[in-house]
């Protein structure tokens, strides 16, 4: 079962599915990848020949996320081949999820895709991000934009597109998990303790889910 951030969400792409780019605000521990990879699965079974790119930051990541798909999809009859070597899963239907690093920043050009969605996308570099926005210039299809935040600058892929949203720049849009009672996932006896805990800007970035001020060098 969804929450209902996880649930409004998929609502919100289901409603902008084409040529949109949707920010996702979010703190640590509360199912945005979780959410993330149900509507990767979802749009994957019912759209034959429908490819879903997953950007992540680091290889690690990628590998995580592509064994916690590999675990969901576990007995299900629509699956033809799930490649660990090269993080994708084919789909009897022609479909296709591929999980890419950024890190192989070499090997990200030439891909296209109905669905890209970038996550952790505030810890990817901006040029990197921006690169693979061209996936779904031929298809017409929407980019997610996932991430807990960082720091306000506009030259962090993350916070632009976040501006974007609030800017109610065209085709831009948000959803804030932050504004949801999430205690189901996090309550507040464990928030306090990492308050207690945490240095106060790791406090703020992962469990507040909000942004720090432009990093000054």
Same mark, same amino acid.
């Given at each position: 079962?969804?929450?209902?951030?996880?649930?409004?969400?998929?609502?919100?792409?289901?409603?902008?599915?084409?040529?949109?780019?949707?920010?996702?605000?979010?703190?640590?521990?509360?199912?945005?990848?979780?959410?993330?990879?149900?509507?990767?699965?979802?749009?994957?079974? @019912?759209?034959?020949?429908? *490819?879903?790119?997953?950007?992540?930051? =680091?290889? #690690?990541?990628?590998? %995580?996320?592509? /064994?916690? &798909?590999?675990?969901?999809?576990?007995?299900?009859?629509?699956?033809?081949?799930?490649?660990?070597?090269?993080?994708?899963?084919?789909?009897?239907?022609?479909?296709?999820?591929?999980?890419?690093?950024?890190?192989?920043?070499?090997?990200?050009?030439?891909?296209?895709?109905?669905?890209?969605?970038?996550?952790?996308?505030?810890?990817?570099?901006?040029?990197?991000?921006?690169?693979?926005? @061209?996936?779904?210039?031929? *298809?017409?299809?929407?980019?997610?934009? =996932?991430? #807990?935040?960082?720091? %306000?600058?506009? /030259?962090? &892929?993350?916070?632009?597109?976040?501006?974007?949203?609030?800017?109610?720049?065209?085709?831009?849009?948000?959803?804030?998990?932050?504004?949801?009672?999430?205690?189901?996932?996090?309550?507040?006896?464990?928030?306090?303790?990492?308050?207690?805990?945490?240095?106060?800007?790791?406090?703020?970035?992962?469990?507040?889910?909000?942004?720090?001020?432009?990093?000054?060098?």
């Amino acid at each position: 079962p969804l929450h209902q951030w996880q649930r409004d969400l998929i609502k919100l792409y289901d409603e902008n599915k084409k040529n949109s780019i949707i920010t996702v605000l979010a703190q640590r521990q509360v199912g945005k990848s979780y959410a993330l990879m149900i509507l990767a699965l979802r749009e994957s079974i @019912n759209n034959p020949y429908f *490819t879903t790119i997953i950007l992540t930051p =680091s290889y #690690t990541l990628g590998r %995580k996320f592509f /064994n916690d &798909l590999s675990k969901a999809i576990k007995g299900l009859p629509n699956i033809r081949n799930c490649n660990s070597s090269y993080f994708e899963i084919t789909f009897t239907n022609g479909s296709v999820i591929k999980i890419r690093s950024a890190e192989q920043r070499a090997n990200l050009r030439g891909e296209t895709c109905s669905l890209l969605i970038i996550d952790e996308s505030a810890f990817i570099p901006l040029e990197v991000g921006l690169e693979t926005f @061209n996936y779904t210039n031929s *298809t017409n299809g929407s980019i997610i934009l =996932s991430s #807990t935040p960082k720091f %306000k600058d506009e /030259n962090n &892929l993350f916070y632009k597109f976040y501006k974007s949203a609030i800017d109610r720049e065209e085709g831009c849009y948000l959803i804030d998990f932050t504004k949801y009672d999430t205690s189901a996932m996090l309550d507040e006896k464990k928030k306090e303790l990492y308050k207690r805990k945490m240095p106060f800007n790791i406090y703020q970035n992962e469990v507040l889910g909000q942004f720090l001020e432009e990093k000054r060098s």
